[in-house]
């Protein structure tokens, strides 16, 4: 269960869940519904009470990310850029007319929405030891969220595992799969060097992900 020192993989499939406790307790992404108990149970693993959660960092909305927020009796804001900030709380809707906004609105029928406290997160901003990258293209409120001290990237879905390494997330699954690659480009670019990537689906990266990122950003 332990990723990194600090960081741990709570879920792993199908969406990754991962906590941090750097002093704080962060909870990265949240699984799909049924997620919520392995969550909680993990958390309480770890000796602590999922009501001791400080923040949660939503790479995206989509539902296999945000599944559990409703029922995990959380009881912290969550960061998420926008526009998917106000997804997940209602405050507005995916777009009808668009293939991405479409599957979100019909699979988010299936989710309760968390009361919870959403805050938009901005590029470059720093949360806590995390500092948010905008990658937009899977989503246009992606983001990044780069732990610099525990020297680990959580890349969300702008990337995905595969053959122990890194690729593009898979084109027909992207709002914008072009603008997809800029991000990737752009993340290779702006951040620092870290050891460990952190996606939202398939294994880890545990060594050299910041290099596995570049070698796919020059693909592209």
């Given at each position: 269960m332990e990723l990194a020192s600090r960081v741990y993989r709570l879920v792993d499939g199908p969406s990754n869940v991962y906590l941090v406790d750097d002093g704080d307790l962060t909870l990265v992404d949240a699984g799909v519904p049924s997620d919520a108990k392995a969550i909680r149970e993990g958390i309480r693993a770890l000796g602590h009470a999922v009501v001791d959660v400080d923040r949660v960092l939503l790479t995206h909305y989509d539902y296999?990310?945000?599944g559990a927020l409703a029922s995990l009796g959380l009881n912290a804001p969550i960061h998420a850029g926008e526009p998917?900030?106000?997804y997940v709380t209602g405050a507005a809707k995916p777009p009808l007319f668009d293939k991405k906004g479409l599957t979100q609105r019909v699979l988010g029928r299936n989710l309760d929405l968390p009361d919870?406290?959403?805050v938009p997160v901005t590029d470059g901003e720093v949360i806590g030891g995390f500092r948010a990258y905008h990658t937009p293209g899977h989503t246009m409120g992606h983001m990044?969220?780069?732990h610099e001290e525990l020297d680990i990237a959580f890349l969300g879905d702008c990337v995905r595992e595969s053959e122990s390494t890194l690729q593009p997330m898979t084109g027909w699954l992207c709002a914008d799969a072009e603008r997809n690659h800029e991000s990737?480009?752009?993340l290779s670019e702006r951040t620092p060097t870290f050891d460990y990537g952190a996606p939202g689906h398939g294994e880890p990266i545990t060594a050299g992900a910041s290099a596995v990122l570049r070698r796919v950003a020059a693909g592209l």
């Open positions: 296999d990310h945000v998917d900030a106000t919870l406290t959403s990044v969220y780069l990737i480009k752009d």
